[in-house]
C-alpha cells in the first residue's frame, strides 16, 4: 500500500511566522500534489512536482513556495502566514508514467495561524 | 469557474438505502473521473473510478455512472451503511491522468442514519 506521510497533524503558528509542512512518500512516485480543503471549496491544488526540483503553480500558489530536493518528499513552505492561510492542507502523490491511476493522500495537516 | 461541481452539500439516506451522490462537469477534454471519501481529521480515501470509454464501473456495493453527453457522473451506495457517513468529493483529469493533475468539486456530505 502506498503510505504518505505528513508530519504534523495540527499545527498553530503564528501571523508573520515562516512555516514549513512536510510531505514524504514512500512509493517512488514521480508526482506529488499540495492542496488546501476549506468548506464549500472542495480541494484546491497549490503547487505541484513531476519530478525532483520541478514545480508547477497550482490554482492558488500565492502566498506558498515548494522545495522538492529528493523524490519523496515534497515541502511546502508559508513565506509570511497570514490568517487566511488557515485551513486543512493535503499532500498526494502518484505514479506519473502510468495512466488512469489515483492520487494517494496523506492524512493532512491542520493549521491554524493565529 | 468551477469545472467540476457538486451542487448537493449534503445528503441524509436511511440506513440500508440508496445513496445516489451526484457530479457535473464542464471541460469535454476529462476522461478520468474519480470519487474519494474523506472522513473528519483524515485525508481522503480513493474510493472508484472511472474512464470516459466506460459509463458504468462497479466495485462491491459503489458504482459509478458516466453520462457523457450530459457531462454528468453519479456514485451509487447500495445499501448504504453508518460508516459511509464521510464528505465524497468527485474529481476529474484529462489525458488519463498521466499528469496527475486532478480538478476536484465542492464535496457532498453523506449522513446515514441507523
Known amino acids: 500500500d502506498v503510505k504518505v506521510t505528513q508530519s504534523s497533524r495540527y499545527l498553530v503558528k503564528r501571523t508573520g511566522e515562516k512555516v514549513f509542512l512536510e510531505c514524504v512518500q514512500d512509493?517512488?512516485?514521480?508526482?506529488m500534489f499540495w492542496y488546501r480543503q476549506d468548506p464549500g471549496l472542495g480541494l484546491r491544488l497549490i503547487y505541484f512536482?513531476?519530478?525532483?526540483?520541478?514545480?508547477e503553480k497550482g490554482d492558488i500558489p500565492e502566498g506558498y513556495s515548494v522545495s522538492r530536493e529528493k523524490k519523496e518528499r515534497f515541502s511546502l513552505i508559508l513565506e509570511s502566514a497570514s490568517t487566511n492561510q488557515t485551513s486543512m492542507y493535503l499532500c498526494?502523490?502518484?505514479?506519473?508514467?502510468?495512466?488512469?491511476?489515483?492520487?494517494?493522500f496523506g492524512d493532512g495537516t491542520r493549521l491554524s495561524i493565529l | 469557474d468551477q469545472q467540476v461541481k457538486q451542487n448537493s452539500p449534503s445528503l441524509s439516506v436511511q440506513e440500508g438505502r440508496i445513496s445516489i451522490l451526484n457530479c457535473d462537469y464542464t471541460?469535454?477534454?476529462?476522461?478520468?473521473f474519480l470519487w474519494y471519501k474523506k472522513y473528519p481529521a483524515e485525508g481522503p480515501t480513493f474510493l472508484i473510478s472511472?474512464?470516459?470509454?466506460?459509463d458504468k464501473n462497479e466495485d462491491g456495493r459503489f458504482t459509478v455512472f458516466l453520462n457523457k453527453s450530459a457531462k454528468h457522473l453519479s456514485l451509487h451506495i447500495v445499501p448504504s451503511q453508518p460508516g459511509d457517513s464521510a464528505v465524497y468529493f468527485c474529481?476529474?483529469?484529462?489525458?488519463?491522468?498521466?499528469?496527475?493533475?486532478?480538478?476536484f468539486g465542492q464535496g457532498t456530505e453523506l449522513s446515514v442514519k441507523p
Open positions: 498526494a502523490s502518484t505514479n506519473g508514467g502510468t495512466a488512469y491511476q489515483p492520487q494517494h
Open positions: 512509493m517512488d512516485h514521480e508526482n
Open positions: 512536482s513531476y519530478d525532483v526540483k520541478m514545480k
Open positions: 471541460n469535454s477534454m476529462f476522461d478520468y
Open positions: 472511472i474512464s470516459s470509454i466506460k
Open positions: 474529481a476529474a483529469s484529462e489525458g488519463g491522468n498521466q499528469g496527475g493533475k486532478l480538478i
